[in-house]
């Protein structure tokens, strides 16, 4: 067979070809100081129009270290294959003669695959798994090791999600990154615990960027980088959302489809955007600041609003003029909120004792839906 060679434009190396249903797979070896030269790392990050582009996290330069270390003191084993995605434009030469009519397994044949070799932006691969490991191998001092490579034919970022989520589940990957990837992660099969994510998240990037949304732009995903205007953390505002979605009575139970989590996402939106909007209203002073400064915005805060939320759209014997109605409704116990200042009556708790503990926010939600249950009997 062909040995691994590089021109000044191309790596050539030797390949073994096959199919996994209609998807066109290639083993292959490649030494690692020419991984980063043929293949690109789709970081996750979202363009001016809000767009999902990429999937691959930040660099974790402890980890890169870490193998680099490894590396640099002999180690030699790197069984562990490097996955890309190729663009159908690749070419396959297949081999000719007695090698090719060795190969006894149905369906595989011998080869040498040309990978050109690009500008950043421009190649025609894309790492899905070892973005770390190939970012160790490029800074070691053995970057001539040779690792083995799993290449899959496609041109689909959604596969290329898809995949990215699957062969990472096992890991300990941030959960926040997955929420994230899903709503972006279509037509493909995924497993339902993962399918269940999807709307949740869908809702929640539909919050950050809906121009009606007094969410809008307030809500941190990991797409994002840290810098002030982002309050609450999607992991609260998925919270709120399941919450709700999963209490029978919810607000959001209403919509989903009869047997699965589907359901409509548009009616979902406007009533999550009409009663946050009265939220917003109701307690101005609260709005729009960091945790810190207002628990109104705190996880625990999200939380329990949600559950307020809930239980005076139980209540509504229409859908009409609904945030007229949620805003009617919080204005029964607005003076007696804590959020910024004084302490929650009942609770013996400061505003800001409040914590992000499974008990502050049983115990917070259970005042509110009290503190609601009285007012509404007067």
Request: aromatic share 6%; net charge positive.
């Amino acid at each position: 067979m062909t040995q691994q060679k590089k021109s000044s434009h191309i790596v050539v190396a030797p390949a073994v070809k096959s199919k996994q249903g209609d998807t066109t797979i290639y083993l292959t070896f490649l030494p690692g100081s020419d991984l980063l030269q043929i293949a690109d790392i789709r970081r996750l990050q979202r363009d001016k129009n809000h767009a999902l582009e990429g999937f691959q996290r930040q660099e974790i330069r402890d980890h890169v270290n870490e193998i680099k270390q490894y590396l640099d003191e002999g180690g030699m084993l790197f069984p562990n294959a490097i996955i890309l995605a190729l663009e159908p434009t690749i070419k396959f030469e297949g081999s000719r003669g007695s090698p090719a009519k060795e190969v006894t397994v149905k369906g595989s044949s011998l080869g040498r695959l040309h990978i050109p070799v690009r500008d950043p932006g421009q190649r025609l691969a894309w790492i899905v798994d070892g973005q770390q490991r190939s970012l160790a191998l490029s800074k070691s001092k053995n970057p001539g090791l040779v690792v083995p490579v799993v290449a899959f034919v496609t041109n689909s970022i959604h596969v290329q999600r898809e995949q990215f989520i699957l062969v990472n589940r096992a890991k300990p990957l941030p959960q926040r990154l997955i929420d994230e990837l899903l709503p972006e992660t279509q037509g493909v099969s995924l497993p339902r615990d993962l399918t269940t994510r999807q709307m949740p998240s869908q809702l929640c990037n539909a919050l950050n960027s809906h121009e009606q949304s007094p969410l809008k732009g307030l809500i941190k995903r990991s797409s994002q980088a840290s810098g002030s205007g982002h309050v609450v953390t999607d992991t609260a505002i998925l919270d709120m959302i399941r919450r709700s979605l999963n209490n029978p009575n919810g607000a959001l139970a209403d919509f989903k489809a009869l047997g699965d989590e589907t359901g409509d996402a548009s009616l979902m939106l406007q009533t999550l955007i009409d009663f946050w909007s009265a939220v917003r209203d109701t307690f101005p002073d609260a709005w729009g600041k960091p945790p810190s400064e207002s628990r109104l915005m705190h996880s625990t805060g999200i939380a329990a609003l949600g559950d307020l939320m809930d239980r005076i759209a139980a209540r509504a014997t229409t859908r009409k003029r609904q945030r007229e109605f949620f805003a009617t409704e919080l204005a029964r116990i607005k003076k007696d909120c804590a959020w910024t200042e004084g302490a929650w009556k009942g609770l013996d708790r400061e505003w800001d004792q409040i914590q992000n503990t499974p008990q502050d926010v049983k115990m917070l939600s259970q005042a509110l839906v009290q503190l609601y249950a009285q007012k509404i009997k007067r």
